[in-house]
Every structure is written in structure tokens, then in C-alpha cells.
């Protein structure tokens, strides 16, 4: 996509490209960028609820904050069915994984608290049921706002659409456990608009979601990343020479990939509360790459913009692949040129004996990678599987320069503040 000036005003940035040739470099099972794998005997956070999608309460500046000493997260949640006639199969036995694949449909935003970053207690749903104006209330960032415990919970109201909203609450501690109180009037702040990023209208299948805002630490404004993709009817999309990138002979086909079309989005705010945003060209496309670049983020690290995004192997565009995993690229300033992490973009992938085993990963400014357990194979051939919808071992790792490695593993939902506030 070529982005005009006279078009988007005072940001005139080109997005920067993940290109075919950048994706042909995805190494999968490379141990430096492959999650360990994950046990078929995990432990399971709440056995009524599966969740996914971890949100970890933090600052502006992306430093993950505990309140009074506690801990809190956010996770997409939806109720297990094991009695529901509807999930059951021909025999009267639990389809777990027909329940697990139907949780999208009805999302909502939950809330746990801990005193060790890990074995979260269960706190209950964030908004009241009839709150929240959509049917589903997909991903987004819990931001602490302040020492009065006061929270902008950013976050996606989908179905009908797919809205970028936010409500205002407070997070309360006690010696026994946290509350999150208010949370009662969902603004919404912007959607697609078919000119930088593709609408329903034009693409069924279009995404719009995860809000990510941030302080930019060097230019102190107030800024918001966002899941899309590059606006135009679908299959309209070319995958020119710059796209592709450099190849080598015989790769220049690019066969149907211009259905995928993922971008990051970046919008900024034009007053400091963050209810007034205005949407600026993407940062990164992938179009005849891949199709959904997922919850976006940003760690600050060594003065650079590390952007990590999550993105999965059926989403990629034909002639390239990649493990379900999160990619990252790198820039000296936000609105780049970025580059992708160890010369293809993945940073931590699902093993290829695993391939499910875990997604929506989130990368921490500490170097801590938290994700979910989607499903682990319990049997030689992969065809018995044993569904998560709970907390992954957390993995640690190090990003130096244009490189990352994985260097530890910690336990299951392992998310250790980095900052306590304490509220007054
Ligand atoms: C990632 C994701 C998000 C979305 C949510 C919907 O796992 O696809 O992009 O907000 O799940 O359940």
C-alpha cells in the first residue's frame, strides 16, 4: 500500500513491509525460536470457564503493575458446557472441542488476582451482562490509570461490527482479594473506515480488534495500536515487487495471496484522556504474506520499538508458512522503517510436533512471554488431543538488537509485576 500525504495528513509514514522473502526465512523448530513443549498434564486455571487471551494490568509505558501488592489480569472467558446437550456427541460424551472452538461467540472480559503473579484467583466478570453494547467483547488492554486505582479498560465490542471501545472503572484491593468496581459506560472510540483499513463491507472476514495504547517514550503522546487489515474489496489487493521482496528464481508466483492482507494499525489521540483518537496509516503490512496480525504490542527496549504481533499457520498466504506463534520487528522510531526479528519475524513458535499447543502471546518488558494452552496432543499420531482454554508455562526471553532468544521457562500463568502501586 502507498500512502499519500495529502491523504493522511500530518504523518505521512510509509508502512513498512513483511515481505514474502522475509517469511520465506520462517525456520519452524528452531530451538532459539520454539516454545518447549507443553505437557499433556497441565493444570487447568477453573474448570467451569475456559480462558484465553491474557491481559496483564499495566502502565502506560507497558510496565506490567501489580495494586497493594496484588496482581491482576484480564482474560477473554467463556463458560464450559460439559452438561449442555448441545455439546454433547452421538455416545452422551462431552465434545469439549466443538465447545472450545464455539467460545469466540461468546467472549467476555473476566478479571483474576494474585499475590504471586501465578495461581490466580478467580474474580469474576469485568462489566455487568447488558453493559457492554455488542455480543462478544473481544481483546484489549486494561491501562492504571493513576493511584486512585482508577482503570481505562480498552477493548473490542464485536457483533454486530467490530468497535474500538473503552470504559472507565477502579480496581479495589482489600487484605483479602481485588474487585473492579464502575465499569458501567462503554464509549466508543473508532472503526474501520474503508480507506486505511478494510471493512466488513468490503471483506466478510475482516478484522478489527485488540487496542494496545501506549505513551510513546520518546515522544511522550498518547498513541494506540490495533489488529487490521488494509482496506479495499477483497481480492482486490496486488502483491507487487515490494511485497514479495527478494526471492529467488521460481518464487515469483504468488498464487492466491492477495486474500491476505493483515496490517498493524496505528491510531493516535488527540487529547489526553484517550477518548478523541484519529487513525493514522498502518505501521506494518503483510498483504500476500498473511492475514491476521493479532494483538499487537510494543516492548521499549535500548532506546528501539520492539512490535510483536501473533499470528497463526492457517492465515498465511500460499507458497509461505510459519508455526502459530508471535512475530516481532524492530525500529529506531515508532513510525519505523521496522525490520523483522532474526531476519524472518517469528520470535516464538508452536514446536511442529505441537502445533496448537499454544497461542496469543504476549511479550513482556521484562523478557516473560505468557500465552494460552489451545490444545495438546495426548497420543503418538496427534489425533487424541486434550483441550487448555487455560494459562501456558510462561517462557522467558532475551531481545538483543535484531535477535531474540528463548531462555527460560517458569510455570503456568507465570505474570510477575514489574511496578506496585500503592493506592491511596
Ligand atoms: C486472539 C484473538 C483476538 C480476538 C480474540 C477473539 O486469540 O483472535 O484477536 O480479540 O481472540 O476471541
Not at 479498560?153 to 470504559?167: R, S
Not at 531476519?343 to 500465552?371: A, E, I, K, W
Request: charged share 20%.
Amino acid at each position: 500500500m502507498k500512502t499519500n500525504p495529502e491523504k493522511f495528513g500530518a504523518t505521512p509514514h510509509q508502512p513498512s513491509l513483511w515481505t514474502r522473502a522475509d517469511a520465506l526465512k520462517v525456520r519452524a523448530d528452531d530451538p532459539t525460536t520454539t516454545q518447549p513443549l507443553v505437557s499433556a498434564d497441565f493444570p487447568v486455571l477453573n474448570n467451569d470457564v475456559f480462558i484465553w487471551d491474557t491481559m496483564p494490568l499495566r502502565d502506560l509505558d507497558g510496565n506490567v503493575t501489580s495494586v497493594d501488592g496484588w496482581s491482576v489480569i484480564f482474560t477473554l472467558t467463556a463458560d464450559r458446557h460439559p452438561n449442555d446437550p448441545q455439546y454433547l456427541d452421538e455416545d452422551g460424551n462431552y465434545d469439549i472441542l466443538r465447545d472450545w472452538n464455539d467460545r469466540h461467540g461468546r467472549a467476555k472480559m473476566y478479571y483474576w488476582f494474585s499475590r504471586t503473579g501465578k495461581n490466580w484467583e478467580f474474580g469474576g466478570r469485568v462489566m455487568a451482562e447488558g453493559v457492554s453494547p455488542t455480543a462478544r467483547e473481544w481483546a484489549g488492554t486494561p491501562i492504571l490509570l493513576n493511584d486512585r486505582g482508577e482503570v481505562d479498560l480498552y477493548y473490542t465490542a464485536v457483533t454486530p461490527g467490530a468497535t474500538i471501545v473503552k470504559v472507565r472503572g477502579r480496581v479495589v484491593t482489600t487484605e483479602h482479594g481485588v474487585s473492579m468496581v464502575g465499569f458501567e459506560k462503554v464509549k466508543p472510540l473508532f472503526e474501520a473506515d474503508g480507506n486505511m483499513y478494510q471493512t466488513e463491507a468490503q471483506n466478510a472476514f475482516w478484522g478489527f480488534r485488540d487496542p494496545w495504547p501506549f505513551r510513546d517514550p520518546k515522544d511522550g503522546k498518547l498513541y494506540m495500536l490495533f489488529e487490521g487489515n488494509v482496506a479495499g474489496e477483497r481480492g482486490s489487493h496486488k502483491v507487487g515487487e515490494a511485497e514479495i521482496g527478494d526471492v529467488p528464481p521460481g518464487y515469483e508466483d504468488v498464487g492466491n495471496s492477495r486474500y491476505q492482507t493483515a496490517c498493524v494499525g496505528i491510531a493516535v489521540a488527540r487529547d489526553a484522556d484517550g477518548d478523541d483518537w484519529e487513525m493514522l496509516p498502518p505501521l506494518l503490512t503483510a498483504v500476500g504474506v498473511n492475514d491476521q496480525t493479532e494483538r499487537p504490542h510494543f516492548v521499549f527496549q535500548d532506546g528501539k520499538y520492539y512490535l510483536f504481533t501473533i499470528s497463526h499457520t492457517f492465515t498465511y498466504a500460499d507458497g509461505v508458512t510459519g508455526p502459530d506463534g508471535v512475530y516481532g520487528f524492530v525500529a529506531d522510531s515508532l513510525f519505523g522503517p521496522y525490520v523483522p526479528l532474526n531476519g524472518s519475524g517469528l520470535v516464538l513458535g508452536n514446536p511442529s510436533s505441537q502445533p496448537f499447543q499454544t497461542y496469543s502471546h504476549y511479550v513482556m518488558p521484562n523478557g516473560l512471554v505468557t500465552s494460552f494452552i489451545d490444545s495438546v496432543p495426548t497420543d503418538e499420531t496427534g489425533t487424541q488431543i486434550r483441550v487448555g482454554g487455560t494459562e501456558a508455562p510462561t517462557v522467558g526471553m532475551k531481545i538483543k538488537g535484531q535477535q531474540t532468544f528463548v531462555v527460560a521457562e517458569y510455570d503456568y500463568g507465570y505474570i510477575p509485576p514489574m511496578l506496585d502501586v500503592t493506592l491511596k
